[in-house]
């Protein structure tokens, strides 16, 4: 069964800071799946990477996948309030499981 | 824009009452899931359907069923709704080709008194 753990579960990051999200699991995938979720809203995809060595940039995240050591990274660099979200990753060719997601909270 | 609809934001529900949540997706998407999200879980699929008339449990199927008698319908059904299924209910699809994104839909917030 595929088990995905993310962590921090929890990141409180001061404005202007990097820090970096782990996504781990547990079978092998060569997709994984970053989504955004604000509160009371719904999961907004965020980046799809389909390969190994795979790298996505939109602004100031940065997603990567190495399917070696099953392992995505989602970097954030100069954080930001608009950053504040719960961040999840996603994993699986068919049916997707999920990470228990990583609340930030960037403080000005 | 792809859009996943769900036919109510909130719910409240007595134990032991039969309960109908209703998705519907307008992107003619072969694939469809239901889960559902709780603090510190994360997002736990249900069910899913990769076709009409066809499911497939997840991974906590157990007090839920679903029907999908139609393509661009996937419902999920609590036979009796018990207090422990008081969660939020993230619906998405996907099409049977492409990248495999899913689209959610907006969720439903179940409450079970």
């Known amino acids: 069964e595929l088990k995905v753990e993310q962590n921090p579960l929890f990141l409180s990051m001061q404005e202007g800071k990097n820090y970096t999200i782990y996504c781990n699991y547990s079978?092998?995938?060569?997709?994984l799946y970053w989504y955004r979720q604000d509160p009371g809203k719904s999961l907004e995809s965020l980046f799809v990477?389909?390969?190994?060595?795979a790298v996505k940039q939109e602004g100031r995240l940065m997603a990567s996948l190495d399917t070696k050591a099953r392992l995505s990274t989602l970097h954030i660099t100069a954080a930001v309030h608009d950053l504040s979200a719960t961040y999840f990753c996603?994993?699986?060719?068919?049916?997707?499981?999920f990470g228990a997601g990583t609340r930030l909270t960037v403080k000005p | 824009d792809v859009k996943v609809t769900q036919s109510s934001r909130y719910l409240v529900k007595r134990t032991g009452e039969k309960v109908f949540l209703e998705c519907v997706q307008d992107?003619?998407?072969?694939?469809m899931f239901w889960y559902r999200q709780d603090p510190g879980l994360g997002l736990r699929l249900i069910y899913f359907?990769?076709?009409?008339?066809?499911?497939e449990k997840g991974d906590i199927p157990e007090g839920y069923s679903v029907s999908r008698e139609k393509k661009e319908r996937f419902s999920l059904i609590l036979e009796s709704a018990s207090t422990n299924q008081t969660s939020m209910y993230l619906c998405?699809?996907?099409?049977?080709?492409?990248?495999?994104?899913?689209?959610f839909g907006p969720g439903t917030r179940l409450l079970v008194l």
């Open positions: 998405a699809s996907r099409p049977g080709t492409g990248d495999g994104t899913q689209y």
């Open positions: 079978t092998t995938s060569d997709r």
């Open positions: 990477l389909l390969s190994n060595g």
């Open positions: 996603g994993v699986g060719n068919n049916d997707m499981r």
């Open positions: 992107m003619d998407h072969e694939n």
């Open positions: 359907s990769y076709d009409v008339k066809m499911k």
